[in-house]
């Protein structure tokens, strides 16, 4: 008798226990803060266009040619180091120091030795080394990069003569060892990462006048281009 009232009343008491459970309600908060949940942060939102100052380094290529007629130009590699100085938004003024080292095709050459060989002169040392500075254009950009032009003038050490054996560089069609007028015309391709580093490439024509004090003493102008990758930062201090 006892079971059978057991088997009555146990079913009638669960389902009003579950009619006065009250289910939680689904939020649209408790979907989209739970594990999983993605936080977006936009690296670039702080990007500004008002730093005072920003310097870059790069490692760089110059092609060259190391005397007033050879056919076979100089693969140099080195570094660029820049630096600027922004006095309003757009215009800045900026310096930049470059090295270029390699080796060169020579003339067909033949000499000899102090114990009476023939010997030739290929593929010897030569380096170019960069001084100059100049007016900077701040062209379009946003927070993700900027194009920037510049017209840089000052002087470029050539080095010739420094793996010649001792011989004139007559004989290998080169230059002489010598400091001439330079200039470089180009720009920055600025890539942002943050708001203080920027990935960036230079591309540039190098105008240089070498000359030499042998023969006709040919002085001549040659037109070259060379391209730098590397680094900027810009530093914390902002134009008023």
Same mark, same amino acid.
């Given at each position: 008798m006892f079971l059978a009232v057991l088997a009555?009343?146990?079913p009638a008491s669960i389902v009003r226990a579950q009619s006065g459970v009250q289910r939680p309600a689904q939020s649209t908060a408790s979907q989209t803060t739970g594990n999983g949940t993605y936080i977006v942060v936009d690296p670039l939102a702080n990007v500004r266009y008002d730093n005072k100052y920003d310097v870059s380094l790069g490692l760089a290529y110059d092609h060259i040619k190391a005397g007033p007629s050879l056919l076979q130009g100089s693969n140099l590699g080195g570094l660029d180091l820049s630096g600027s100085?922004?006095?309003s938004k757009h215009w800045g003024l900026e310096g930049s120091g470059r090295a270029y080292v390699g080796t060169s095709?020579? =003339?067909p050459n033949s000499f000899k030795n102090l114990n009476g060989q023939n010997e030739s002169i290929q593929g010897p040392f030569v380096a170019q080394y960069l001084f100059v500075g100049g007016a900077e254009w701040l062209g379009p950009h946003n927070k993700h990069g900027?194009?920037?032009a510049h017209a840089l003038?000052?002087?470029a050490y050539g080095k010739f003569e420094q793996d010649l054996r001792g011989q004139s560089p007559a004989l290998v069609g080169f230059y002489n060892d010598q400091i001439a007028p330079a200039a470089i015309i180009g720009g920055h391709m600025d890539l942002n990462r943050s708001p203080r580093w920027v990935f960036r490439i230079t591309p540039d024509a190098v105008i240089?006048?070498?000359g030499t004090n042998y023969g006709s003493k040919v002085t001549q102008t040659d037109v070259n281009f =060379?391209?730098?990758v590397g680094a900027e930062y810009r530093f914390r201090a902002k134009r008023r």
């Open positions: 009555v009343c146990l100085y922004w006095f095709g020579a =003339a900027a194009l920037i003038f000052g002087g240089t006048r070498y =060379a391209i730098s």
